[in-house]
């Protein structure tokens, strides 16, 4: 029994271990950790806001604000692979991003459950559309970063 044990303590110590001579040998926590990011004006919008998100192995939680966005507007919005403007594929299922609905103020808010983890070795972004019917247009647009 003791032997199982320290055969299986030192399995996981290897797995806590995270570069070996310059290689990451700890793929784990490479889809694990906080990462948020600020969401600058597109296309003379005037809409900015701020994004955090939580990923965990197999899963990322998301939430993302918005301010400055016109009252009544419906933007949808998406984590993309790759940086603004590179037109890299969205993260996850696009159905999983509710619309964010912007009130009298301005403001709007928005929650996701993506069924993906963020990798430490990708690059991301947010892109905030001007419209349901104009996804082509982009009104806000951020780096998501680790």
Same mark, same amino acid.
């Given at each position: ?5 320290? %055969?299986?303590? @030192?399995?996981?110590?290897?797995? @806590?271990? =995270?570069?070996?001579? #310059?290689?990451? +040998?700890?793929?784990? @926590?490479?889809?694990?950790?906080? *990462?948020?990011? &600020?969401? =600058? ?15 965990? +192995?197999?899963? $990322? #939680?998301?939430?993302? =604000?918005?301010?400055?966005? @016109? ?5 949808? *919005?998406?984590?993309?692979?790759? $940086? ?5 594929? %969205? ?9 964010? &609905? ?16 963020? =990798? ?12 349901? &019917?104009?996804?082509?247009? %982009? ?8």
């Amino acid at each position: 029994m003791r032997a199982l044990l320290l %055969i299986g303590l @030192t399995a996981l110590t290897a797995c @806590t271990v =995270s570069t070996n001579g #310059g290689v990451d +040998v700890d793929p784990v @926590t490479d889809l694990m950790g906080d *990462w948020e990011g &600020q969401l =600058s004006p597109q296309n003379n919008s005037g809409i900015v806001g701020a994004v955090a998100a939580r990923s965990a +192995v197999a899963t $990322t #939680g998301v939430s993302l =604000s918005i301010a400055g966005a @016109t009252s009544g507007a419906r933007h949808p *919005w998406h984590i993309h692979r790759g $940086t603004c403007g590179s037109g890299g594929a %969205i993260v996850g299922d696009a159905g999983a991003y509710p619309v964010l &609905q912007v009130g009298a103020n301005g403001q709007a808010s928005a929650s996701a459950d993506l069924n993906v983890a963020l =990798s430490e070795d990708g690059q991301y972004y947010i892109n905030v559309h001007r419209s349901p &019917q104009d996804l082509g247009t %982009i009104v806000a647009c951020g780096a998501l970063r680790d």
